[in-house]
């Protein structure tokens, strides 16, 4: 089954709203969870890395205010689309690090389709 | 800077007819090089991780094989189940990040 719950898995809303997407690792602690967003027929693009208990690290030319990543505990991130317009539409997908008893992985959620209408 | 190239962008086969899918990387120093497997609407499913040249590991009907500068993801006898995006990333020595190529898009025909 899914290592990496991710949810809503699908989101319309309208023009000016914010939008909040969940990422639950669910048998690993994840000390550092990733946030990548997929443009069709694009590979996957790293908007940031989350870390627990501080602040997320930005790609360049991701606004980090549109984009706020919080990090609340070792197994939940969360990414909120602030104030989305149309241009925001895309796959948004989470990862999550296990260094555990599987070796090191990377386990992907299952994705969040953000359309803005 | 880390460069992940796929390639062929699309392939079409029959069941049955096996074929290998490629991956080229420029990196400064691998600490991983990752095969996932994407559907549709999903985010990618982990299927290996390679860490030096002349690694290979297997999966099914899967076996992926890593040298210096590139990777082949090998599919044997492909049925069409296996039919999906395949991506190849890589990760730097000392970077947390995982670094995506576009993707191989396989299609097996009945």
């Known amino acids: 089954g899914a290592v990496v719950s991710q949810h809503p898995s699908r989101v319309i809303c309208k023009s000016g709203t914010s939008v909040k997407i969940e990422c639950r690792s669910l048998?690993?602690?994840?000390?550092?969870m990733f946030w990548y967003r997929q443009f069709p027929k694009k590979s996957l693009m790293l908007m940031a890395t989350?870390?627990?208990?501080?602040?997320?690290?930005?790609e360049q030319g991701v606004e980090k205010d549109k984009f706020l990543i919080n990090h609340a505990s070792l197994t939940l991130s969360t990414l909120t689309v602030t104030s989305a317009h149309p241009e925001d539409s895309s796959f948004y997908i989470c990862?999550?690090?296990?260094?555990?008893?599987?070796?090191?992985?990377?386990?992907f959620g299952s994705g969040t389709q953000l359309s803005v209408l | 800077e880390d460069q992940v190239t796929q390639s062929p962008e699309a392939l079409r086969l029959q069941e049955g007819e096996s074929s290998s899918l490629n991956c080229s990387y420029t990196?400064?120093?691998?600490?991983?090089l990752f095969w996932y497997r994407q559907d549709p609407g999903k985010g990618p499913e982990f299927l290996f991780t390679?860490?030096?040249a002349g690694e290979e590991k297997e999966k099914e009907r899967l076996k992926a094989t890593l040298t210096k500068k590139e990777s082949f993801l090998h599919i044997t006898a492909p049925k069409p189940e296996d039919s999906a995006t395949y991506l190849c990333?890589?990760?730097?020595?000392?970077?947390?990040?995982?670094?995506f190529g576009k993707g191989t898009k396989l299609t097996v025909n009945p």
């Open positions: 990862s999550a690090r296990d260094r555990g008893r599987r070796g090191e992985k990377l386990f």
């Open positions: 048998d690993f602690q994840a000390t550092t």
């Open positions: 989350s870390n627990e208990g501080s602040k997320a690290t930005y």
């Open positions: 990196v400064s120093g691998l600490r991983g």
């Open positions: 390679l860490y030096s």
């Open positions: 990333a890589v990760q730097d020595d000392g970077s947390e990040k995982l670094v």
